[in-house]
């Protein structure tokens, strides 16, 4: 957009400006915007547009201020600045705050929208509200302005699991399951899988997982929901049917999706599993990622094989990335035993792959060099020695 003084903003126009700069610039610079925008485009867009970047710095007094003054203008006369009100005190854990601010709608005569309904249902869920939920589905089923979908009741049916209520939650997974029509489905499956794992119905997580092959192909993202469900019920041997599924598919090679056996086997401790998995994979050309190597790592510690521990343990180092760091417990017993057999220089070469991975900083890598350099014992537990590294990140999900 041009600064040029005879380009005449539309209000409309103005807002999207608005939004822009507060994504790029912060939001002070935003109401420095506004401020300056003239009086005749300060209509709804523009104030609307200055709402959302309140809602979405979750700035709840600045944005509860402005929605007076929008009152005080008559100019929420439609659900959109109320949806956003709602949206803002969801996010921040203000729930007291939605039954006024729905009132307040029906009093004035602002309808309640699909995205009215849809706020407030995840709202009660996620503090297992199953009652008020109850009532949010009822008048959702009423209303004809409402056309119902299957992730209505998918939310509900999180609100009961939440609550502990699998029976009721079992009733809102079948009308989820009703509602599931058209050609695309993959979420849908996805959701249903989550859903009857987390109720513990395995039948029914065949069932849908048949079906979900009948009407969809399925990625490897389908693949690790079907797999994480069934070693989350304890089926391995199911879980291992499913990996074959996926190797003879022909979907892209993800190593996430044997990820979740190996994980599986180290914790279990089925380690001749887990290193077959990893070599057949290796053999194919295929690169573990760090915690791969790290899962297996911890498991040869768990079972006292201290020395495979910390080749593994190397391998793991060398595959990471600047933010991942190492199993903390595991990477300590591995220092620790080089010090304690006197492999000074072992140790050193572990800290200095530390060090140029980025996973810790310099002063974490100079604090554990003076541990292993000195004779003397260690202060403080090795594993309390990483307290300046980076935040881990998960490479299974991510």
């Not at 659900?79 to 601010?101: A, F, H, I, R, T």
């Not at 109850?134 to 992730?151: A, N, S, T, Y």
């Not at 929901?225 to 499913?242: F, P, Q, R, V, Y």
């Not at 080089?338 to 070469?349: F, I």
Request: glycine residues 6%; hydrophobic residues 40%.
């Amino acid at each position: 957009m041009s600064d040029r003084r005879y380009f005449v903003l539309s209000p409309v126009e103005i807002a999207i400006r608005l939004d822009l700069i507060s994504k790029v610039h912060g939001l002070e610079q935003a109401e420095k915007y506004f401020d300056n925008i003239p009086k005749r485009s300060k209509t709804f867009p523009t104030y609307g547009a200055l709402l959302n970047c309140y809602a979405h710095n979750k700035s709840v007094e600045k944005a509860e201020a402005l929605m007076q003054k929008m009152r005080d203008l008559d100019i929420t006369r439609r659900p959109l600045s109320y949806n956003v009100m709602l949206n803002l005190y969801s996010k921040v854990g203000q729930y007291e705050k939605l039954d006024n601010l729905m009132q307040e709608m029906k009093e004035k005569g602002i309808p309640w929208d699909k995205f009215t309904f849809s706020t407030v249902l995840n709202a009660y869920a996620s503090t297992s509200d199953i009652d008020e939920m109850g009532k949010i589905l009822k008048k959702m089923e009423e209303d004809p302005q409402v056309i119902m979908d299957w992730r209505f009741y998918a939310v509900a049916a999180n609100g009961c699991i939440k609550a502990g209520l699998n029976d009721k939650a079992l009733e809102m997974i079948m009308k989820t399951e009703e509602l599931i029509v058209g050609k695309k489905r993959r979420v849908a499956y996805d959701f249903l899988l989550t859903l009857y794992t987390s109720i513990g119905k395995k039948e029914e997580l065949y069932r849908i997982w048949n079906l979900y092959k009948s009407f969809e192909k399925v990625y490897n993202a389908g693949y690790m929901c079907m797999i994480s469900s069934l070693l989350k019920l304890d089926d391995i041997s199911g879980a291992e049917k499913i990996l074959e599924e996926w190797e003879s598919g022909g979907t892209c090679y993800d190593f996430r999706v044997p990820n979740l056996l190996i994980f599986a086997y180290c914790k279990k401790g089925h380690l001749e599993k887990a290193e077959k998995m990893v070599n057949e994979a290796v053999e194919r050309g295929k690169k573990p990622f760090s915690n791969t190597w790290d899962s297996l790592a911890t498991g040869y510690l768990e079972d006292n094989q201290i020395q495979k521990a910390v080749e593994t343990m190397k391998k793991s180092i060398l595959a990471s990335h600047p933010r991942w760091k190492p199993n903390r417990v595991t990477l300590a017993a591995c220092l620790e035993f080089l010090k304690g057999k006197g492999d000074v220089e072992g140790a050193q070469e572990f800290v200095k792959l530390l060090l140029s991975s980025g996973s810790f900083s310099m002063d974490v890598c100079e604090r554990l060099l003076n541990y292993i350099e000195d004779g003397k014992p260690a202060s403080v537990p090795v594993n309390e020695m990483f307290e300046d590294g980076l935040d881990v990140v998960d490479e299974a999900t991510s």
